[in-house]
């Protein structure tokens, strides 16, 4: 399946819909949209591995702070927050988090988390992972996330397994959850440079190897400790990094890989030519 995104506008609705065509397959458990290059086995046994062209280049997959198309999309697959955005209907669902909050007073919201939530090292993801990720978020420097959570004064870990968030003022549930996905979950001990380099998260997915300039690959692998709602489904998900547009074009016609993202305008009969669907959403 190919993507077609349009539009530049970085409203925070199209900013999580950065990287979406690529996260939304990989990152909530699907495991392909046919042709050679992936496979549309719904977790049959075997080998499976859902390959994928994508259009931009990063080195920088730090989760706290991202705004690159390729890093923030890539971390979708990876890294959870307490609740996370459905990228078909951009609705939140609960990740980390174990169902909705309960709401104390107008200001003061009460999120368990999800019993057995393990990074795919193997440790437990505990409240204090959760404070200190989103102080890390707010209080990084040139934070793109933090006036987006504004109204958000404190996070506080109240016990091993629960979140307490004070707001500045009244607020939805629906409100809350909707910017609750900005704050990615990393362990409390993880450096930036080593989260930039290559983030460990509580995701379906984890990273295996990250070369995220044109012409490398990003490959993952399924978190063996992930216990939440979306698993993979697949055995391997791979990211060819492909700058040149008829190179990547014909990385699909040519069925390298399944799924591409950017199709260009002029492009969009040949991507279709061998049978892919193009899709095109607002940037």
Known sequence: MAQ????????????????????????????????????????????????CS???????????NNSTGLGVGTN???????????????????????????????????????????????????????QTSYE????????????????ISKVEATDSSTVTITTTMPVSVDMLKSRLPLILVVPQNASDEELTKKPIGSGPWMYDQVNGQDGGQITFLPNPNYNGQHPALATKLTYDIIIDDTA?????????????????????????????????AMG
């Not at 890390?136 to 987006?148: E, F, Q």
Request: proline content about 4%.
């Open 76 to 130: 979708w697959n990876v890294v959870e927050g307490l609740y996370m955005l459905d990228m078909a209907s951009m609705t939140p669902y609960a990740a980390l988090a174990d169902g909705e909050p309960t709401q104390e007073n107008d200001t003061t919201f009460v999120v368990k988390m999800r019993s057995g939530a393990k990074f795919s090292d193997g440790t437990d993801v505990t409240a204090t992972d959760v």
């Open 248 to 280: 990547r074009t014909s990385s699909l016609t040519d069925k390298t890989t399944a799924i591409m993202e950017n199709v260009p305008s002029n492009l969009i009969a040949q991507a279709s030519s061998n049978g892919a669907v193009i899709e095109q």
């Open 4 to 51: 077609h995104f349009n539009g530049p506008a970085l409203s925070r609705r199209s900013f999580f819909a950065t990287g979406a065509a690529l996260a939304a397959v990989a990152g909530l458990g699907l495991s392909g949209c046919g042709g050679d290059g992936g496979s549309s086995s719904q977790g049959g046994s075997g080998s499976t591995e859902i390959r």
């Open 54 to 64: 994508a259009s931009y280049q990063t080195e920088n997959f730090l989760p706290l």
């Open 136 to 151: 890390r978020t707010v209080g990084a420097d040139g934070s793109l996330y933090a006036p987006m959570l504004s109204f």
